[in-house]
């Protein structure tokens, strides 16, 4: 698939409805400009987990070597956990820019499923102004194998 | 906008809502929304390959339901932090059980924070997510 990747990941008020629906969430400050700018914000606010929709601004190729960098068996691998820290909230009409930190990596022995291999992965948002306006952190788990719940 | 009195706010109070009856259509609806493709969550063929019953939601889907609560209780600009771990998978026809408690009300530079634990518990009793949340009044200058 070619790999299409705009710059920056615009915060944009079509993405935030269809994105706040998906979370079967109505409310008004992500649906309805009129409410988000009466409570003095510039446009919609993003939902707190709505920076994962950056999947959609980051090219196949880039996630694919990000992830072959780890040495990653992708048939073993769990989403962990996730963190999202803001500095303030991030509304339609702004860009933001991710930048990729260093990968931290420690294992755990697993109840279910041998040795486990964590990795912390740390990417920081920028507004246009180059500010840092979110700190993410996903965390990805490498397991022995497949986990039967 | 939700209308939150910081000052009379409790340590121990709760916020809870239920999601009855999650379908594949939700999976699928949060799959275009948030970018997730990984044919596990949409595909029953693939998810009967990799030795599953049928496919299962996004750990992420679960994570923005449950978002609702710092979000609906305290306002979604006062959402200064969010942090999840996935701890069970989200079934289709799972009933689920979103909530959220104040367990700890600070100040940081003269500002109320509070911080929530929160959790996406499902018909079984199981956890799919445990996590916790600070929020604080945000107010634009």
């Known amino acids: 698939m070619a790999a299409i990747k705009p710059p920056g990941i615009p915060i944009e008020r079509g993405k935030i409805h269809e994105f706040a629906n998906s979370i079967l969430d109505d409310n008004p400050m992500y649906h309805d400009t009129d409410a988000a700018k009466a409570a003095g914000l510039p446009g919609v606010v993003a939902p707190p987990t709505y920076l994962s929709v950056a999947a959609h601004f980051t090219s196949e190729e880039e996630m694919f070597s990000h992830l072959a960098k780890l040495n990653l068996d992708l048939r073993f691998v769990l989403h962990g956990g996730q ?22 990596s420690y294992q755990k022995e697993g109840k279910r499923g041998g040795v486990m291999q964590f990795y912390e992965i740390p990417t920081l948002f920028k507004d246009q102004n180059g500010k840092v306006v979110v700190r993410a952190t996903s ?11 | 906008m939700s209308t939150v009195d910081w000052k009379s706010l409790k340590e121990g109070e709760e916020f809870k809502f239920e999601v009855n009856g999650f379908t594949r259509t939700h999976f699928v609806k949060y799959a275009g929304a948030g970018g997730d493709f990984n044919p596990i969550h949409h595909d029953e063929t693939f998810a009967r390959m990799a030795g599953l019953e049928s496919v299962f939601g996004m750990g992420m889907l679960t994570a923005g339901v449950l978002s609702r609560v710092p979000a609906e209780w305290f306002g979604p600009a006062s959402v200064k932090k969010y942090t999840v771990s996935f701890r069970s998978r989200l079934w289709p026809d799972d009933n689920v059980t979103f909530s959220g408690k104040i367990v700890k009300l600070y100040e940081e530079q003269g500002v109320p924070h509070a911080e929530l634990e929160i959790s996406a518990v499902n018909q079984k009793g199981e956890t799919l997510i445990r996590g916790s949340s600070v929020v604080r009044p945000w107010n634009p200058s």
């Open chain 1, 83 to 104: 963190e999202y820290e803001f500095e303030r909230p991030i509304c339609a009409g702004e860009t933001l820019t991710p930048e990729m930190g260093e990968v931290k």
């Open chain 1, 139 to 149: 965390t990805i788990i490498q397991t022995g194998g497949v986990v039967k719940e």
